[in-house]
């Protein structure tokens, strides 16, 4: 029987582009040996012991369950959810290969997996699904009200039905699986939040529209702004300089993508021409869908010039001036900050 999981590629995201583009699950916990080395759960316990002493011992029975997961209960077959964190986006795949220790590699605990698309907006998914997603774990199935069946529709329509009357139940697991279930464990308030402004952002601040919401951002900072018209801007979205009038030595010329799917090596080719263009010192590539292998290689060769802001550099360039912020902006995306009990951390 084909079913759900959930796995992650970091606590904020840094195996990522490396999982996407390498066709891979890449789960981390670099500490832990060889998994096809122990049996079940019962064994991978007792290896934590050693390997992760300081852990408390419910951290380390936590760990033993999603290792025991990925390495011997995942099938061939199985779908798979990356909920990403440089994006707004989740990718989906297909499991594809047995568990494989790659002693290495940038994650030693990895799986194949075939990405059937790598960038679903969340808002294709109903509000039970987008919580399922926010799961406070780094392996865990999703199992109610027709998970798998609902994202086999997203992938084939774009749509979330929903759970169908009457069949809301969860898929029956054998006991001996000890599979952690995504609706049964804590929740990611702080991702949930995020992902919640993020649609909002996306809502009230579509198109053209971001890049006026960034440069009231850099505005707050000290800069002093132009922005384009809409339409063809020349890959010149906003010139933004500091100093009095503007007059400073601090230039930069920002790109803004506001679509979901990721910035590719000829956006940043674009930026570096417009950085040069304009007289500007640095260039920002501000991008809701991230950027690709090859664009990020182009963004990492050319460090002293150009900078990335993906969704959570603009989330927290966002938090530290949303206080300064015109009246109106505040009024489109009303924010309130609270203090929260911290949960069980990710591995």
Known sequence: MTRLWI????????RELDAIQQGKLML?????????????????????EEAVPDASANRRKNFAAQLNQFAHVIQIGDLVVLPRKLTSGVAIGEVTGPYKFEPDGISKQTRAVK?????????????????????FMTVC???????????????????DPGALLGKQGTATVAASDEVVDADDIATDIEDVANQQIISLIKSEFAGHALANLVAEILEVEGYTTKVSPPGADGGVDILAAGGTLGLGEDRICVQVKSGDGAANHDVVLRLIGSVSN???RTGLLVSIGGVNAV??????NN?????????PDLLKALFRTYAQLPVE???????????????????
């Open 28 to 48: 981390g916990f670099n500490e832990v040996d060889d998994l096809s080395l122990y049996q079940d759960r019962a064994a991978i316990l007792a290896h934590l």
């Open 141 to 159: 199935e999703i199992k109610r009200n027709q998970a798998l069946e609902r994202v086999k529709a997203v992938l084939a329509t774009g749509r």
């Open 329 to 347: 902006t505040r009024a489109k995306l009303p924010l309130k900050q609270i203090w929260a009990p911290l949960a069980g951390p990710e591995a």
């Open 115 to 135: 990405w059937l698309n790598e960038a679903v907006p969340r808002d294709a998914f109903k509000q039970d699904l987008r919580h399922s997603f926010g799961a």
């Open 295 to 300: 664009a990020q290689k182009e963004l990492d």
């Open 278 to 280: 304009s007289q500007a």
């Open 303 to 311: 460090f002293f010039k150009l900078r990335l802001w993906q969704m």
């Open 7 to 14: 796995a992650r590629a970091g606590r904020n995201g840094e």
